[in-house]
């Protein structure tokens, strides 16, 4: 889907001020950029729970790709004003979802929400006043259009509706007044209903005019208590897309762990903590906007697993709305049978848990003495380094499980590589030169 909101952790990004310098590996955009740190805030989501909607997420994102969406139940009316078609924020603030989700300001003068942010995502969108149909309860009042001078409402003419059948995989309706009216699904049966709409959106004290988003009428499911999301995607109609003029093609983030610090979201070309290791991006015309790359190959302390280069030659999408990465049956099954072998003498096998078929007793701290470094390699020399932390979720006191988990033995499914993995390291979304990647320390 273009989101479930199925991570482990619970994070947020708030607006500040510190700036990293300009990257000579991203020199080529001399650009200004948004640095966005992230912090880690308490979530209400049980894990059990949070596994469930992470494999949820992942059976939307193979649908995307066979395009065997469901659509949502929408609010039924004719096309009304009133009714629509069927077609970082307080410390310790629980929204009740988990994902990662930042502050942003909407209209003039600006008002500030908390919206889930996801790379997953196209459509932007928050939710409005009146709330036509339902709005899901939020943790901030719902955005009032009237108090913004510089909000409006886009014509079913105005070509950023047209844009909406690739973003959101959903045809645009109209109203009698030649409203755009978007409908956005996702893979759980959330939903989120609107008008097309044009406004100021500010980071700090950063204005930015003409933002494209939906301001939604008719919006539930999974969204806990977020005023809605942000997307990073590459369709014409993302966030990045529409900041990409000012601020280059070109993001990064670092996702801290439960207990760290130092995260941060940049859009922009900011430098690396040390020197990044690249691998091209591919595209899928299945969903040209998600962000493709090749899997190789998965070492153990530098030797790689023991199967054929075609089991890696599933389509892999990197993913930071999806928190246990999805291998390939084969590789999966490797690698977990080369785990096992390593942990099992010292650390007693118990049962699954949920989807996480390979638990040990006995706590994270102690099984990685144990652990070996891991590493996911790329195309073009790009490589992933996985410490103790990327392997391995103590799922409950005295039981810890491996963070990855195979998605079928089908061919034409997909890998995703899950935030679980992506943690501590800074990930290099490098739009313009078609590549991703990977610095190691990268929250500070």
Not at 262 to 285: A, K, W
Request: aromatic content about 8%.
């Amino acid at each position: 889907m273009e989101l479930l909101l199925s991570s482990f952790l619970l994070l947020h990004l708030v607006v500040g001020t510190s700036a990293i310098r300009l990257n000579q590996e991203l020199g080529q955009l001399k650009l200004p950029a948004l640095q966005l740190p992230l912090d880690h805030v308490p979530g209400s989501l049980s894990f059990s729970d949070v596994l469930a909607l992470d494999s949820a997420r992942v059976k939307f994102l193979n649908s995307r790709l066979q395009k065997n969406l469901t659509a949502a139940a929408v609010f039924p009316g004719g096309l009304t004003e009133g009714a629509f078609v069927s077609a970082p924020l307080n410390a310790g603030l629980s929204l009740g979802v988990g994902n990662y989700y930042t502050k942003i300001g909407v209209g003039s003068p600006a008002t500030y929400y908390p919206v889930v942010v996801d790379t997953g995502s196209s459509l932007s969108w928050i939710q409005c006043q009146p709330c036509l149909a339902y709005c899901h309860p939020q943790a901030s009042p719902f955005f009032n259009p009237s108090s913004s001078n510089t909000y409006r409402t886009l014509s079913c003419e105005a070509s950023e509706c047209s844009t909406l059948k690739s973003a959101t995989l959903n045809s645009p309706m109209c109203t009698k007044s030649d409203k755009c009216v978007y409908t956005a699904t996702y893979g759980d049966q959330s939903f989120s209903q609107g008008y097309l709409s044009k406004d100021t959106l500010t980071f700090g004290s950063e204005a930015l005019p003409g933002f494209v988003y939906g301001c939604g009428q008719n919006n539930d499911g999974l969204f806990g208590k977020s005023a809605g999301l942000v997307g990073l995607a590459k369709s014409s109609i993302s966030m990045l897309s529409q900041l990409s003029t000012k601020y280059g093609k070109a993001f990064s983030y670092c996702l801290p762990t439960a207990s760290g610090s130092g995260g941060y979201l940049s859009i922009g070309t900011h430098s690396t903590y040390s020197p990044p290791s690249f691998t091209p991006l591919l595209s899928d015309p299945r969903d040209p906007s998600l962000y493709f790359v090749k899997l190789t190959a998965i070492s153990l302390s530098g030797r790689a697993l023991a199967v054929p280069a075609s089991d890696y030659s599933i389509p892999t999408i990197i993913d930071s709305g999806t928190t246990i990465s999805r291998m390939a049956g084969p590789v999966y099954t490797a690698l977990r049978e080369a785990m096992v072998g390593i942990i099992s003498p010292r650390f007693k096998l118990v049962e699954a848990y949920s989807i996480l078929d390979s638990c040990f007793a006995g706590t994270a701290a102690a099984i990685a003495t144990v652990v070996p470094p891991v590493e996911m390699r790329f195309q073009g020399g790009g490589a992933l380094r996985l410490a103790p932390r990327n392997l391995l979720l103590e799922v409950e006191k005295g039981t810890t499980c491996l963070s990855f988990a195979g998605n079928s033995d089908i061919r034409d499914s997909i890998a995703i590589i899950g935030n679980q993995q992506q943690q501590t390291t800074q990930v290099v979304f490098d739009i313009a030169n078609s590549r991703v990647g990977f610095a190691a320390g990268g929250c500070r």
